[in-house]
T-cell receptor
Framework: AQSVAQPEDQVNVAEGNPLTVKCTYS??????LFWYVQYPNRGLQFLLK??????LVKGSYGFEAEFNKSQTSFHLKKPSALVSDSALYFC??????????????FGTGTKLQVIP | DTAVSQTPKYLVTQMGNDKSIKCEQN?????MYWYKQDSKKFLKIMFS???????INETVPNRFSPKSPDKAHLNLHINSLELGDSAVYFC???????????????FGAGSRLTVL
């Protein structure tokens, strides 16, 4: 069964500093990995995904993520944090259920707090 | 135009009651999902339908019954509500169910259910 671990419940970073939100995964076969963001009282929004190819994936709002197969990690990064980036971030991995259908499993979420 | 819309947004009810949440998507996607987000923000898949066919049914009490009248709609009916059912329920949709593609989920804004 697939799983995702987000080891930090909360990450605090000063505005303008680089940020990293950590994620490790476990899945059979090729990993399909995602990051989503959730603002208060809203649904999740897609940020970026890794399927294959370049290990550095660029996404929305200046975010990027680095896929590392040997460390089974997919950390989310941004060179310069904005206060408006403060939100809940979810890492996710796509696996398959027994019927051959995709099943997306989410991590427990990391709250990002950008301090002005 | 809202891509994935859920109603109601808020639902407060007594234990033992029966309630329904409705979801509609106008993206032309063929797969829809129900996710439950608990008070700790953990997200867990409950059900998934592809072209009106149930394809994912996680370990959910049979008090929860999904219904998909067509591929643009997925409703969730809950019988005999319990305190532990209090959560935010998210509907989502995607195009495709598996294969080599990685299908991005589009989420609704959520329906907050409070059972008293």
């Amino acid at each position: 069964a697939q799983s995702v671990a987000q080891p930090e419940d909360q990450v605090n970073v000063a505005e303008g500093n680089p940020l990293t939100v950590k994620c490790t995964y476990s899945v059979s076969g090729n990993p399909y990995l995602f990051w989503y963001v959730q603002y208060p009282n809203r649904g999740l929004q897609f940020l970026l995904k890794y399927i294959t190819g370049d290990n550095l994936v660029k996404g929305s709002y200046g975010f990027e993520a680095e896929f590392n197969k040997s460390q089974t990690s997919f950390h989310l990064k941004k060179p310069s944090a904005l206060v408006s980036d403060s939100a809940l971030y979810f890492c996710a991995v796509r696996g398959m259920n027994s019927g051959g259908y995709q099943k997306v499993t989410f991590g427990t979420g990391t709250k990002l707090q950008v301090i002005p | 135009d809202t891509a994935v819309s859920q109603t109601p947004k808020y639902l407060v009810t007594q234990m033992g009651n029966d309630k329904s949440i409705k979801c509609e998507q106008n993206l032309g996607h063929d797969t829809m999902y129900w996710y439950k987000q608990d008070s700790k923000k953990f997200l867990k898949i409950m059900f998934s339908y592809n072209n009106k066919e149930l394809i994912i049914n996680e370990t959910v009490p049979n008090r929860f019954s999904p219904k998909s009248p067509d591929k643009a709609h997925l409703n969730l009916h809950i019988n005999s509500l319990e305190l532990g059912d209090s959560a935010v329920y998210f509907c989502a949709s995607s195009q495709g169910t598996g294969g080599s593609g990685a299908n991005v989920l589009t989420f609704g804004a959520g329906s907050r259910l409070t059972v008293l």
